[in-house]
């Protein structure tokens, strides 16, 4: 469902720029910006993308906003991590 609000899609670029935690922006390329040793921030960057995702989804309108599926969501993205990740994971 387009309505004339969702016309002007942010681009991706855009999107990492937006985040504050724990991406930062080098020319046009996002950079970990972490107080982990190593490469630790950078195995965090496809669980921040789908967050950064289901952000744009909600803006766009294709998903409600819901306090309920925003916690839901981060709790299973959280579980995922350190599923995938064990000890490397961030501690919430």
Known sequence: MLTSSTRHRPTATALWAGMSYPLTMTGD???????????????????????????????????QRSLLASANLERALDALEKLTLGSLARQR
């Open 29 to 63: 390329r996002p950079t970990p910006n972490t107080p982990f040793s190593g490469g630790q921030g950078l195995l965090a960057v496809p669980f921040d993308a789908l967050r950064v995702q289901y952000a744009s989804v909600v803006k766009a309108g294709l998903a």
